[in-house]
């Protein structure tokens, strides 16, 4: 867990008026990455400051923060370089912008010319995918999740497979559809078959689900052939982001055995665009909960592995207002994202820089703190309410937005995590 | 399915004297893409050619071979550029090696400062890995691997799924540990639980195994949200190559359930390291076999899907001679590579330039022609004759080699994909 230092101190300011609102996701304590263009502009990296974004790769042209030295790592539109050069590296660069930030700073604050091009409104701008996603990675660490998805396909007694309280369970997603908030995502098509049918047809997901997650960046590499430690694997995450796993339940169901999830899962995985540093999380990190049954020591985490961050999802069905269907906290997980990762390399898999671990879907102790429409209408028997309508799954125009928070002396923000589905579209047909 | 041409011409020749041989795997009529490197020197992209390889990235330096114009696509020691070229170009620039290599042809063959840098022996070049893979995704196409593997875990009259005969089966597998053909594989670490065990531990598999595959190489993509015909993926598809997909059984069963293979399969991926292009194996072209239940319309071929490739399996103890314990035949893939991709895009999964497809391991219908030690040993119950040793599942220091090899008025060779076993490490501990 990296050190408090000065850029956790709850009482600095920055000149950036609206980072000092208490409501503000991205405080001078936050400073999350991301990457962002102007109009037609090639995509640039930032961090976000109160409305504000500051672009890093201007202030890395002008000499002003320079992480690599004589080499340039912002320069590329993704976060990816700047991971590369290792979590040393990650603290210095963000001391650095909150020295540059801070109200007693003069450098930006009082150079009109420079503040009108390194500081760009977030309402002007576009975000982008902040890295290039590597691997995706989805695990399934929650055990309220689990339970529920085992209670409602198997049987309540009998809701936790055997491994599941040793193994953070886990398999390979694809990461060519991890797209970034905002991005529309289209309803897919797919072999579909009911408990009555005597053979599949093709058509359209009737099932469209979402899934609350918390995706975890890696940010260092580790050798072919070689397991770490769950303290390397904490050193080698650099941030955290929202994560909305769309997920087809009908296509799933059919699909899935015995090689796992594939088509249902790979039309679109949505994240927010804002990494927002382990740094950043120093102050909210909290143990995991107490073991069912212990772990293998490989597993076992020298410091708190969990994150005390709220979540909650918003379902804005087309046309009308949004309406929050779901409410919980990433500290419920049962695997921290640093166990997932030491698992994910323990036979020798080589992890990347970008490589991407979703938590699986977060849910809680209560009915409320579900963190998917499957769990939230039970499969469809009880239907959602959302303001005047109802919803088993989604529908076509429905939008489905995630947030998260940090609540201390100051508040950490996630800032939104957002997709809307499209409707199907028809097979191709061949000239 | 290409058409046939003057590069189909099996009494054409070939300059270099080693591509004429019967026996070659590399005739004119092949010319497999590859990366090589002399010495220290930086990967640079070549085609086999008998004994030898010619040196692309050279002759398109010299404009000798130009298939993007005044664009370069042979610099960056991968195939990825070129491949995204399509499947025209491809063809063209095929054509034009084949002239070039045509005993016929003077501009190489009389130039002996030209062949002196642009030929250089196979003996004396590193292979590097073809191409950059975009995504890995391991299919279960053999309906005789999938009826042994289910006749072992669950029961003969029970063995393949109700979804197998409906779906092309497969899961996303993990790109960052596909290697080329020659590097050792690392004994995986896992969590073990026998059947009497009260809970597992931590140790290296004693149940490590090969499958044989073939490899589809993807050299096209496609967009996300948007399914695609088979006739736009056989297009898609630039070549193929020889794949072992490495398997931990002792890990798999273990961690398997619900998502799919994870780390059981995720610790090295071998593929041999020249690309066969789709347009070389176009004489070879063979229909999938009967189908036992119709198949949804968009997974019909207007084509013959499968490739009538002949498979060998060497296994080569620490010090011993290698023998051959299993032949099988590609033709056997109840689906094709076409079919493989249509069902993997169809829910609007987007496809990359350098997406490998494998094929599942590949076994017939002998006892011989089992492409996996868990199907030739029955799970460890019938010890493999391997010289005068036997083998259950690999050990250290054992090598395993594919061959395959299409036979007709030539041969159309894909050389050999190897690994050697190394011995487990251990658990890194903490500083």
Request: proline residues 8%; negative net charge.
């Amino acid at each position: 867990m990296p050190d408090l230092d000065e850029t956790h101190d709850p009482g600095r300011k920055s000149w950036v008026a609206s980072a000092n609102a208490a409501d503000s996701d991205f405080p001078i304590q936050n400073l999350p990455f991301g990457v962002f263009s102007r109009d037609t502009g090639t995509p640039r990296v930032c961090v976000a400051i109160g409305d504000q974004v500051l672009d890093l790769t201007f202030l890395e042209e002008l000499g002003i923060l320079t992480p690599a030295g004589s080499d340039r790592v912002f320069h590329t539109g993704t976060l990816n370089p700047f991971m590369a050069l290792g979590p040393e590296k990650w603290t210095a660069a963000r001391r650095g912008i909150a020295r540059l930030l801070d109200a007693d700073t003069p450098l930006l604050r009082d150079d009109a010319r420079l503040c009108e091009v390194a500081l760009v409104s977030q309402a002007d701008v576009r975000m982008h995918l902040p890295f290039t996603v590597a691997g995706y990675t989805d695990f399934y660490a929650s055990r309220e999740h689990a339970t529920n998805v085992g209670s409602m396909f198997r049987a309540p007694d009998n809701a936790l497979l055997p491994n599941w309280l040793h193994i953070p369970i886990g398999y390979n997603g694809r990461a060519s559809t991890v797209v970034v908030s905002g991005t529309d995502i289209r309803r897919p098509l797919g072999q579909l078959k009911g408990p009555q049918d005597d053979a599949p047809h093709l058509g359209p997901s009737a099932k469209l689900d979402f899934e609350l997650e918390l995706g975890a960046v890696v940010g260092q590499p580790s050798a072919m052939g070689q397991p770490i430690t769950t303290a390397q694997a904490e050193q080698m995450m650099f941030g955290y982001v929202l994560l909305n796993d769309w997920s087809a339940r009908d296509i799933q169901v059919w699909e899935y055995q015995p090689l796992g999830p594939f088509g249902s899962k790979a039309f679109g995985t949505t994240i927010s665009p804002w990494i927002v540093t382990r740094d950043a999380l120093a102050p909210f990190r909290v143990p995991t909960p107490e073991r069912v049954k212990q772990l293998l020591p490989y597993l076992d985490e020298a410091t708190p592995g969990n994150i005390d961050l709220q979540l909650e999802v918003d379902l804005r069905p087309d046309g009308a207002e949004p309406v929050t269907i779901a409410q919980t906290n990433a500290k419920y997980l049962y695997y921290s994202a640093a166990q997932q990762l030491t698992h994910h390399a323990l036979t020798g898999c080589a992890m990347q820089v970008g490589d991407l671990l979703g938590s699986g879907t977060i849910s809680g102790p209560d009915p409320e703190s579900r963190g998917s429409l499957l769990e939230l209408s039970w499969n469809g028997r009880d239907p959602v309410r959302v303001g005047d309508r109802t919803r088993t799954f989604l529908q076509d125009g429905d939008s489905v937005i995630l947030r998260g928070w940090c609540e201390g002396e100051y508040r950490i923000g996630f800032g939104t995590c957002e997709g809307t589905i499209l409707p199907a579209t028809r097979m191709p047909s061949d000239p």
